[in-house]
């Protein structure tokens, strides 16, 4: 399955749900305690784990994100992450993965102090090794769920876990002589997994 047709594919299913969420915003007449729509902001500490084949520790790490809510129960998401990681071989180097994604949020409940949520979205990833020019460069698809806290209108704390896809399709060389690119191993796509507690403000 080439990466155009599943970016398609996400493209359609977002699609999809931003048509819902306009038939769920004129569904919704009540007014809620909670400031669920108009701009957001997150901040998040991260854990993630790679595929074995990467040959890499869990590794720790952060991510920001600036969100807009159009409707009370659906938000869009833009989000930068990064996370550091020991190889499990040779001399121990590190490395750092880093991404930016766009994705698209649903809460389950907007009532109550108690919301779940679920999300979908998109990214371009790097992993590099630390303190050389040496890349991988990837997109991926993203799927996540979890649960917010609202201790007030405006400020909750949640947790959350994301599953992501990864599809690298170059490694990046710099050189004194330019960029050479060389192709990706196959094994080197696949899942990756990642555990966010986050506090957000909106």
Same mark, same amino acid.
């Given at each position: 399955?080439?990466? +155009?047709?599943?970016?398609?594919?996400? @493209?359609?299913?977002?699609?999809?749900?931003?048509?819902?969420?306009?038939?769920?915003?004129?569904?919704?007449?009540?007014?809620?305690? *909670?400031?669920?729509?108009?701009?957001?902001?997150?901040?998040?500490?991260?854990?993630?784990?790679?595929?074995? $084949?990467?040959?890499?520790?869990?590794?720790?790490?952060?991510?920001?994100?600036?969100? %807009?809510?159009?409707?009370?129960?659906?938000?869009?998401?833009?989000?930068?992450?990064?996370?550091?990681?020991? &190889?499990? #071989?040779?001399?121990?180097? #590190?490395?750092?993965?880093?991404?930016?994604?766009?994705?698209?949020?649903? !809460?389950?409940? #907007? !009532?109550?102090? @108690?919301?779940?949520?679920? +999300?979908?979205? /998109?990214?371009? %990833? /790097?992993?590099?090794?630390?303190?050389?020019?040496?890349?991988?460069?990837?997109?991926?698809?993203?799927? &996540?769920?979890?649960?917010? %806290?609202?201790? &007030?209108?405006? @400020?909750?704390?949640?947790? $959350?876990?994301?599953?992501? !896809?990864?599809? *690298?399709? !170059?490694?990046? #060389?710099?050189?004194?002589?330019?960029?050479?690119?060389?192709?990706?191993?196959?094994?080197?796509?696949?899942?990756?997994?990642? *555990?966010?507690?986050?506090?957000?403000?909106?």
């Amino acid at each position: 399955m080439s990466t +155009k047709w599943k970016c398609s594919s996400i @493209f359609w299913q977002l699609f999809a749900l931003l048509f819902v969420s306009v038939l769920s915003a004129q569904e919704e007449g009540k007014p809620t305690r *909670f400031s669920h729509t108009g701009l957001k902001a997150a901040i998040s500490t991260v854990s993630t784990e790679m595929i074995s $084949e990467r040959n890499l520790n869990e590794g720790e790490g952060g991510a920001l994100s600036l969100g %807009y809510g159009f409707s009370q129960r659906f938000t869009l998401w833009a989000t930068v992450l990064g996370s550091e990681h020991r &190889s499990t #071989i040779g001399d121990n180097e #590190i490395m750092n993965f880093g991404g930016a994604e766009l994705s698209l949020q649903h !809460k389950f409940e #907007i !009532k109550s102090r @108690f919301q779940p949520f679920g +999300k979908v979205g /998109v990214g371009v %990833y /790097v992993l590099e090794e630390d303190q050389t020019e040496e890349s991988l460069i990837g997109t991926g698809i993203t799927l &996540s769920l979890g649960a917010d %806290y609202f201790f &007030s209108r405006h @400020f909750g704390i949640g947790a $959350e876990f994301a599953w992501k !896809k990864l599809d *690298f399709f !170059k490694r990046s #060389i710099q050189e004194a002589d330019g960029e050479h690119i060389i192709d990706v191993s196959p094994s080197l796509n696949g899942d990756t997994a990642a *555990f966010l507690l986050t506090l957000t403000v909106q």
